[in-house]
Structures are given as structure tokens and as C-alpha cells.
């Protein structure tokens, strides 16, 4: 069994744990094989089935919310039996057994489905994961750790997009719609990252072993207490304006750029993402996870902002690159700050709760996001650029909560 290492927060990165490895490995695979299928995935809906924008969101908003509550039961139910790894691994299996059908999809319905299937997968694995990581490390290298899987996560995502952007430039070269035979090929490919993802974590990782554990009510949230709480209500304002990032491809190419143009943008932004997350993180282990969060918020907010008034695909290039900071900034900070705010024993039922309150709000926001562009029934909405314009006020009011927002003195939190 494996303690949480007792290193100084200035060791590099080599000496994490091995279960930081572990898991970020699993990552590093599965996102190789999810990003080469869920980027196009909004594409082959709208080219190749021809499916709206509102249909499109609340595809993309189920498939979110669907996993939940398995997010919020399986946090809870690691924290309750004390292992994390074979739930986790149970997760990434059940994703791993979906990918094939979506070779078989020809209909809304069918693609639904299959991103659903996956999404339980996710629902599952997601919150005995992240407590996973979060016990193999002192909170003092929490960021370091957070941001290192990150990282992994982006580096395979532009490996999965670089193959997913050769098989359609071979397939289709400049064309600025999607082929279903073209789809149809990237799903098979993406099937052996998933099965090396399972692997990684099944005969790379250990649990740990948690000293003096106390008894675990049937539901802790009180537990989680009021910082973690208010926490929770500034994250969720901000992310009632994240609708699903399909929305930024189906932008770019309503603003003219083809298929391999927006899967060399995301190439491009998954590479900034990749080399922002771990310096990110060990910063935020030195001068505080609530500041870095606040800087990322800000930048969020400026380039929707910038999507919403973009004129050109090219606009739209430059803007998603950019896009790379924010997530390199805040998602493995706001992780890692889940951690500094919560009981130990309690960890996994907080990040199934963050999980699966984000995971909710995906629904709503992604339905707003695909009403605002192309409206509901008879009315016709307002136009491709004002989801864009919502998530950029919604984010600008978040970060200032965020500044406002005063917790309890801890070196990890401090602004």
C-alpha cells in the first residue's frame, strides 16, 4: 500500500507518487481516445445527421448531467468502503466498452445514447480518481500533482486530435464538412488507447490506506462545511455560463474554418494547455489555488467575449489557443482547492459533489447556450454570438465573488 509522500513542494516532478503516475497515464490514453471521437462528434450531428444546435446542446447537456449522480454516489461510496482505484477502474471499463457503438450510429438517437453510455462511465470514475490523487500527495504538492494529471489529460487529448486531424486531412483534405465514413474511422482507431487506459490504472495504481478513519454517515454533506459550500455557489454561476465546448467548434465553423483547420486549432490549444497545467500548479502550491482560479475566470472571460465578437475563422483560431490558458490555469486548481477545503476522510463525496453540481449544471447551460444561438420553436434566437456574450458576463461575475469571497486562513487558499 501506498502513503501520501512526505517531499518538499519544491521536488520535481519525477519524484509524485506512483499513483500520480498511475492515474495520469490512464489519462493521458483515455483522452487520446476521447478527443479524437467527442471533438468531431458535434460535426458528424450537424453534417452527417444534420441535427440543430438545441438538439445538439441538450445532447451534450444529458450526456453530462446523466453522470452525475453516479459522480456524487461514487465519491461517496469510495470515501464509505476506503478504496478508490477498482471503482475508478470500473468507470473507465464502462467507457471503454461504449466507444465501439458509436461505429454503429446512424441516428441522433443511437449517438445519444453511446455518449451517454460513456458519460456513466465518467460518472463513475471521476470523483474516486480525483480523491485517489489527492490522497497519494501532502497538500503542499497537491497543485504539482493536480497539475501534472492535467497535463497528461491535454497531452493526450493533442495526440488523439493529431491523429483524429491525419485521418481526416488523408480522408477528406480541406473539406469543411464532416464525412460519416471519415467518424467512422477515428472511432475505430480510438478503441486500443481505451483498453491501454484500463490497463494503466489496474496494474498501476494502489489504494491508500487512510490512518484513523472515522465512521461515515449515510451522507456527510454538512461535513463538508460552509467554506467548501460557498465555494460550490461561486463555481456553479460561473459554469451556468460554460456551455459545452461543441459550441466553440460549430462556431469556428460557422465562421468559415473546415474540418482539419478546427482540429488543428485544437491541436494548438490542447498544446498551451499541456504546457500551462503543471507550472500552473506547482504555482498555485506557492502563491494560492483561489488567485490562479481568479486569473483563469478573467481570461475565460475576455475570450468568450472575444468568440462572441469574432468576424473570421481565423479570429476564432487565435481566441481557442488562448482558450488553452484558462484551463491551464483553473481546472487542476479548481480540483486541487476541493481538497484543501475538506476533511481527508471526506474527499470523495466533495469531489463527487463538485462533480456532479457541475455536472448538472452542464444540462442547463448547454440548452441556454443552444437556445441563445437558434432559438425554440417559432422564435428564430439570437444569433451564434450571444451564448458567448452570456459566458463571458456570467464568468467576469464569478471571478469577482471569487475576489470578494474571504475563507479561512491556509497557505493553499490564500490570495
Same mark, same amino acid.
Given at each position: 500500500?501506498?502513503?501520501?509522500?512526505?517531499?518538499?513542494?519544491?521536488?520535481?516532478?519525477?519524484?509524485?507518487?506512483?499513483?500520480?503516475?498511475?492515474?495520469?497515464?490512464?489519462?493521458?490514453?483515455?483522452? $487520446?481516445?476521447?478527443?479524437?471521437?467527442?471533438? $468531431?462528434? *458535434?460535426l458528424?450531428?450537424s453534417?452527417?445527421?444534420?441535427? %440543430?444546435?438545441?438538439? $445538439?446542446?441538450l $445532447?451534450?447537456g444529458?450526456?453530462?448531467s446523466?453522470?452525475?449522480?453516479?459522480?456524487?454516489?461514487?465519491?461517496?461510496?469510495?470515501?464509505?468502503?476506503?478504496?478508490?482505484k477498482?471503482?475508478?477502474?470500473?468507470?473507465?471499463?464502462?467507457?471503454?466498452?461504449?466507444?465501439?457503438f458509436?461505429?454503429?450510429a446512424?441516428?441522433?438517437?443511437?449517438?445519444?445514447?453511446?455518449?451517454?453510455?460513456?458519460?456513466?462511465?465518467?460518472?463513475?470514475?471521476?470523483?474516486?480518481?480525483?480523491?485517489?490523487?489527492?490522497?497519494?500527495?501532502?497538500e503542499?504538492?497537491?497543485?504539482?500533482?493536480?497539475?501534472?494529471?492535467?497535463?497528461?489529460?491535454?497531452?493526450?487529448?493533442?495526440?488523439?486530435?493529431?491523429?483524429?486531424?491525419?485521418v481526416?486531412?488523408?480522408?477528406?483534405?480541406?473539406?469543411?464538412?464532416?464525412?460519416a465514413?471519415?467518424?467512422?474511422?477515428?472511432?475505430?482507431?480510438?478503441?486500443?488507447p481505451?483498453?491501454?487506459?484500463?490497463?494503466?490504472?489496474?496494474?498501476?495504481?494502489?489504494?491508500?490506506?487512510?490512518?484513523?478513519?472515522?465512521?461515515?454517515?449515510?451522507?456527510?454533506?454538512?461535513?463538508?462545511?460552509?467554506?467548501?459550500?460557498?465555494?460550490?455557489?461561486?463555481?456553479?454561476?460561473?459554469?451556468?455560463?460554460?456551455?459545452?465546448?461543441?459550441?466553440?467548434?460549430l462556431?469556428a465553423?460557422?465562421?468559415?474554418?473546415?474540418?482539419?483547420g478546427?482540429?488543428?486549432?485544437?491541436?494548438?490549444?490542447?498544446?498551451?494547455y499541456?504546457?500551462?497545467?503543471?507550472?500552473?500548479?506547482?504555482?498555485?502550491?506557492?502563491?494560492?489555488r483561489?488567485?490562479?482560479?481568479?486569473?483563469?475566470?478573467?481570461?475565460y472571460?475576455?475570450?468568450?467575449?472575444?468568440?462572441?465578437a469574432?468576424?473570421?475563422?481565423?479570429?476564432?483560431?487565435?481566441?481557442?489557443?488562448?482558450?488553452?490558458?484558462?484551463?491551464g490555469?483553473?481546472?487542476?486548481s479548481? %480540483?486541487?482547492?476541493?481538497?484543501?477545503?475538506? *476533511?481527508?476522510?471526506?474527499?470523495?463525496?466533495?469531489?463527487?459533489?463538485?462533480?456532479?453540481?457541475?455536472?448538472?449544471?452542464?444540462?442547463?447551460?448547454?440548452?441556454?447556450?443552444?437556445?441563445?444561438?437558434?432559438?425554440?420553436?417559432?422564435?428564430?434566437?439570437?444569433?451564434?454570438?450571444?451564448?458567448?456574450?452570456?459566458?463571458?458576463?456570467?464568468?467576469?461575475?464569478?471571478?469577482?465573488?471569487?475576489?470578494?469571497? %474571504?475563507?479561512?486562513?491556509? %497557505?493553499?487558499?490564500?490570495?
Amino acid at each position: 500500500m501506498e502513503q501520501a509522500a512526505k517531499r518538499p513542494a519544491d521536488e520535481g516532478l519525477r519524484s509524485l507518487p506512483r499513483n500520480v503516475w498511475a492515474v495520469s497515464a490512464t489519462s493521458f490514453f483515455m483522452d $487520446i481516445s476521447s478527443e479524437m471521437v467527442i471533438n $468531431i462528434l *458535434p460535426l458528424f450531428l450537424s453534417n452527417a445527421l444534420g441535427v %440543430k444546435t438545441n438538439l $445538439i446542446g441538450l $445532447i451534450e447537456g444529458v450526456a453530462e448531467s446523466t453522470s452525475s449522480l453516479l459522480k456524487l454516489f461514487s465519491g461517496w461510496l469510495s470515501d464509505r468502503l476506503g478504496g478508490r482505484k477498482w471503482i475508478a477502474v470500473a468507470g473507465y471499463s464502462i467507457s471503454m466498452l461504449a466507444k465501439p457503438f458509436f461505429y454503429f450510429a446512424n441516428t441522433w438517437g443511437m449517438v445519444a445514447g453511446v455518449r451517454w453510455a460513456d458519460r456513466v462511465g465518467k460518472g463513475i470514475r471521476t470523483a474516486p480518481r480525483d480523491a485517489l490523487v489527492a490522497d497519494s500527495v501532502e497538500e503542499s504538492r497537491r497543485g504539482a500533482a493536480f497539475g501534472f494529471q492535467r497535463a497528461a489529460d491535454t497531452a493526450g487529448a493533442m495526440l488523439g486530435l493529431l491523429i483524429a486531424l491525419l485521418v481526416v486531412w488523408m480522408a477528406q483534405s480541406n473539406s469543411v464538412s464532416l464525412g460519416a465514413s471519415t467518424f467512422r474511422t477515428v472511432v475505430l482507431i480510438s478503441i486500443i488507447p481505451a483498453v491501454l487506459a484500463v490497463a494503466a490504472l489496474a496494474f498501476g495504481a494502489r489504494d491508500v490506506p487512510r490512518q484513523g478513519q472515522r465512521a461515515m454517515p449515510k451522507f456527510a454533506f454538512r461535513a463538508l462545511g460552509k467554506r467548501f459550500m460557498v465555494f460550490m455557489l461561486i463555481v456553479s454561476i460561473f459554469d451556468l455560463g460554460n456551455s459545452s465546448d461543441a459550441f466553440l467548434v460549430l462556431r469556428a465553423q460557422e465562421r468559415g474554418l473546415s474540418v482539419t483547420g478546427i482540429l488543428a486549432m485544437l491541436v494548438v490549444f490542447n498544446l498551451i494547455y499541456t504546457l500551462v497545467s503543471a507550472p500552473a500548479g506547482k504555482l498555485s502550491d506557492r502563491i494560492g489555488r483561489r488567485r490562479l482560479i481568479i486569473y483563469g475566470w478573467v481570461v475565460y472571460a475576455l475570450i468568450y467575449l472575444g468568440f462572441s465578437a469574432a468576424q473570421s475563422g481565423w479570429q476564432i483560431f487565435g481566441l481557442y489557443v488562448m482558450y488553452g490558458l484558462y484551463y491551464g490555469l483553473a481546472y487542476g486548481s479548481s %480540483k486541487a482547492i476541493v481538497a484543501d477545503l475538506v *476533511p481527508a476522510e471526506l474527499r470523495g463525496t466533495a469531489y463527487g459533489t463538485y462533480n456532479a453540481v457541475l455536472g448538472i449544471l452542464d444540462l442547463p447551460a448547454s440548452l441556454i447556450a443552444g437556445i441563445l444561438w437558434q432559438g425554440l420553436g417559432s422564435w428564430a434566437g439570437f444569433g451564434p454570438s450571444a451564448p458567448f456574450l452570456f459566458g463571458g458576463v456570467l464568468a467576469l461575475v464569478a471571478a469577482v465573488m471569487m475576489a470578494v469571497w %474571504k475563507p479561512e486562513a491556509q %497557505k493553499s487558499l490564500s490570495a
